[in-house]
């Protein structure tokens, strides 16, 4: 059971330039998310999907897009890579309920220059 | 509005000390509550939920509805417990956003 996978661990890109985060879960969970990690800001929702076809904006929305055209895929897509994207960014599932657990994806660094 | 705040961006103890991690929150309806936990070079991963009510590596967390608090104790930390620790909450049926604190990151010295 491969839980929640991202791809790739590591990218670097130069400014402007486009590239999708993969994100894939077998476990049939209705919610994933995506968040980015940065040194003192904690974990920050970009967006969100409650299930195939249905995506929300999180706090941090701006530059990024997602779809959610599966149940299994989350890809998260940067349109025009600023500097300021530079991050850790996590990839989350779970069933979307309360109080069920989130289950995370080991993460991808993404170094912008 | 869901909001989580961690007033302390760095905790150091030492081994066999207790240790509070503190965690307040802001939310209109019922909350969810949870403690995440990221060890070095892991996924983040639960550590616990306030509606378990269980102890987990001999952590606990008592939700305080009147002081919208939910506070993370263990009464001897070991230096195993060296990570990053996250407080997050989720709405019960309306909002199924999880948001997340700024982080805590607990350090035991020997």
């Known amino acids: 059971n491969a839980g929640v996978t991202q791809t790739p661990k590591f990218q670097v890109l130069k400014t402007g330039q486009s590239m999708t985060l993969q994100c894939a879960q077998d476990?049939?969970?209705?919610?994933m998310s995506w968040y980015r990690q940065d040194p003192g800001m904690g974990l920050r929702l970009i967006h969100y999907s409650v299930g195939a076809g249905i995506t929300d904006q999180g706090e941090v929305p701006n530059g990024y897009n997602v779809s959610r055209s599966t149940t299994e895929d989350f890809p998260l897509r940067l349109l025009s890579a600023a500097p300021s994207q530079t991050s850790v960014y996590f990839c989350?599932?779970?069933w979307g309920r309360g109080g069920t657990e989130a289950f995370f994806g080991q993460g991808t660094r993404l170094t912008v220059v | 509005a869901q909001r989580v705040t961690q007033p302390e961006k760095l905790l150091s103890v030492f081994k066999g000390a207790p240790v509070e991690l503190k965690c307040n929150y802001s939310y209109s309806g019922s909350p969810e509550l949870f403690w995440y936990v990221q060890y070095s070079r892991q996924r983040l991963q639960l550590l616990l939920r306030h509606i378990s009510r269980e102890s987990i590596k001999g952590f606990t967390a008592d939700l305080n509805k009147g002081e919208t608090s939910f506070h993370l104790k263990k009464p001897f930390a070991q230096e195993e417990d060296s990570a990053m620790y996250y407080c997050a909450l989720s709405g019960q049926g309306g909002s199924e956003k999880l948001v997340f604190g700024k982080g805590t990151k607990l350090t035991v010295n020997p």
């Open positions: 476990m049939n969970h209705e919610y």
């Open positions: 989350a599932s779970s």
